[in-house]
């Protein structure tokens, strides 16, 4: 049920961004969900690759170059996207790099408000109790 849900304020938050960043234009909300899902797998593909290739760069920038490999994964999903058939335009990296700032803020907010945090989450193994007689 999160994922689902993480899915859906992905998609919020890509329709704030594309109504606030110049550049972003999108169809439909269930455009918006696909292009989400698409995000997702490329961020774990793509992004991970880009950002291991980018280790040195990431660690001399304070991991701030991270913010480059997300617009330019935001900017290969809008191109992918638009391969698709779907109606998610991104037009260059600066629109790809405030879309994807933009999208993951307003995500982010999101998840934090309605995505349950579990609190009482066991640490590690369960202590063993001896009772010696």
């Known amino acids: 049920m999160n994922l689902l849900l993480r899915f859906l304020f992905s998609a919020i938050g890509l329709?704030?961004?594309?109504?606030?960043?110049?550049?972003?234009?999108?169809g439909s909300f269930l455009d918006l969900l696909i292009v989400a899902v698409i995000l997702a797998a490329l961020n774990t593909t793509v992004?991970?690759?880009?950002?291991?290739?980018?280790?040195?760069?990431m660690a001399c920038s304070l991991g701030c170059f991270?913010?480059?490999?997300?617009?330019?994964?935001?900017?290969?999903a809008g191109a992918l996207s638009a391969k698709l058939g779907l109606n998610f335009t991104?037009?260059?990296?600066?629109?790809?790099?405030?879309?994807?700032?933009?999208?993951?803020?307003v995500?982010?907010?999101?998840g934090a408000i309605f995505i349950p945090k579990d609190r009482?989450?066991?640490?590690?193994?369960?202590?063993?109790?001896?009772?010696?007689?």
């Open 66 to 76: 991270s913010l480059v490999i997300n617009g330019l994964v935001f900017w290969l």
């Open 107 to 110: 995500a982010s907010i999101l």
């Open 15 to 26: 329709l704030v961004a594309c109504s606030f960043v110049p550049g972003l234009g999108h």
């Open 90 to 105: 991104v037009q260059g990296f600066w629109a790809g790099f405030f879309g994807a700032l933009v999208s993951s803020v």
């Open 120 to 133: 009482q989450r066991p640490q590690g193994p369960e202590p063993r109790i001896k009772i010696v007689n």
């Open 47 to 57: 992004g991970s690759v880009l950002k291991l290739i980018a280790i040195v760069p």
